[in-house]
């Protein structure tokens, strides 16, 4: 309904206004549309309040008490792990509520390989923040999990969750399993599957 009276779309001027029309709660369906239109959007807005409701009450489960509650000190402790991607979800301290698995990878060429240093000081470590990157494909995450951490980024506690992926000089990462890894100065982080009859 947003998008069906443009013909096109001025970015990045109109963006925000568009996202803050389709997010609004308080937005009712107009009222010249069709009774189905509308019986739909009742349905779908009274499933999404149920869905965040019920997010809610998960979400308490995570929730640090005030430092004023008398039951602090008697909380139970899930002995959550907030970045390990070795934990199941519900042993992870979640921020987000997202069933997607993921990974911090950093991604280094070849003049970027004297980062890899034992004890990395906190330049060095913000350095290789600044080459890392999140992975979500499913597939791939579950390949960089079975990887070790370079041994260096064990006593970091910014860097100790994070795998490695060691690019060439064309931007190409080592072959992982099924999968390869390039950067590309228009789309990023592109992830191909290799054809095995091909390889």
């Known amino acids: ?64 008490l005030s430092p004023h509650d008398p039951n602090l000190m008697e909380d139970f402790n899930l002995e959550l792990e907030e970045d390990s991607p070795e934990y199941h979800r519900s042993r992870q301290a979640a921020t987000r509520d997202d069933d997607t ?5 950093v991604m280094l060429k070849p003049d970027e390989l004297h980062l890899l240093k034992p004890e990395p000081d906190l330049k060095t470590v913000r350095q290789l923040l600044e080459r890392s990157v999140n992975i979500v494909k499913r597939g791939v995450v579950q390949e960089l999990i079975e ?8 006593d970091s506690p910014l860097l100790r969750h994070h795998r490695l992926l060691k690019l060439d000089a064309r931007g190409h990462s080592q072959r992982l399993n099924d999968w390869l890894f390039r950067l590309d100065a228009d789309l990023g982080v592109v992830i191909e599957k290799i054809n095995k009859e091909k390889n």
């Open 1 to 64: 309904l947003a998008l069906r009276s443009r013909a096109a779309i001025n970015i990045p001027a109109e963006v925000e206004e568009l996202i803050e029309t389709v997010y609004d709660d308080d937005r009712a369906c107009p009222d010249d549309e069709d009774e189905n239109l509308r019986e739909f959007w009742a349905q779908t807005k009274a499933k999404m309040l149920s869905k965040r409701e019920e997010k809610e009450q998960n979400a308490k489960v995570f929730r640090i």
């Open 101 to 105: 698995p993921s990974i911090s990878v």
């Open 147 to 154: 990887m070790d951490a370079p041994a260096e980024w064990k």
